[in-house]
């Protein structure tokens, strides 16, 4: 790969292929942290970047030498079983190194279904290893950035009037099929 090749990856996966606005996966997390603060908006892209970063280096190897021509529920299996190592890996380093950065993170890291999303669609995309790095920074980066902007408009959402059968999920999905939407038009 190139540096152009790199680069427009990563802008593809930040912006025009972001994770979470086209396939919706780690939403949960987002809406459940919406109104965090920019540190821990940080903290939680941070800990989840790392922890595909680790499971991407797991995943590649068996990818191509056990995995293969497997069936699709034993790779979806041993992806599982290669992000709850991860997360564990991870945290595990994390809360001895560095005691006060973990809180309640963990559990938002091992709960996303980016992580396991990630991994699948880099497989089934064909990516080979250093463009499976780069799309994993470029997730990372891609669901800090949605993070923050759904906390700034789930903010201003806060406080307008809005139906009571609107709040909540509801304002949030839509919020969210209406920045996909605006996304699309980059493509």
């Known amino acids: 790969m190139n540096i152009s090749e790199i680069f427009s990856l990563l802008l593809a996966c930040i912006f ?22 920019l540190k821990n908006h940080g903290r939680i892209s941070l800990l989840l970047t790392i922890v595909l970063l680790v499971a991407t280096t797991i995943a590649s190897p068996l990818e191509a030498f056990v995995i293969g021509g497997k069936a699709e529920w034993a790779r979806t299996l041993t992806y599982v079983l290669v ?12 809360k001895k190194f560095f005691p006060s950065f973990l809180n309640c993170e963990k559990v938002n890291v091992a709960l ?3 992580v396991l999303g990630t991994l699948l669609l880099s497989s089934s995309n064909g990516l080979g290893w250093g463009a499976s790095y780069v799309a ?4 990372g980066l891609g669901y800090f ?26 304002i949030f999905l ?7 939407l605006a996304v699309y038009a980059f493509a």
């Open 16 to 37: 025009v292929n972001n994770y979470v606005l086209q396939h919706y996966l780690g939403f949960d997390s987002i809406y459940l942290d919406r109104k965090n603060s």
């Open 112 to 114: 996303n279904s980016i």
């Open 145 to 170: 950035l949605v993070s923050m902007v759904i906390s700034g408009i789930g903010r201003r959402i806060d406080e307008k009037a809005i139906p009571e059968s609107f709040r909540g999920v509801p």
């Open 83 to 94: 992000v709850a190592f991860s997360v564990f890996a991870v945290s595990f380093v994390v």
């Open 136 to 139: 994993v920074i470029g997730t």
């Open 174 to 180: 839509a919020t969210l099929a209406i920045m996909s």
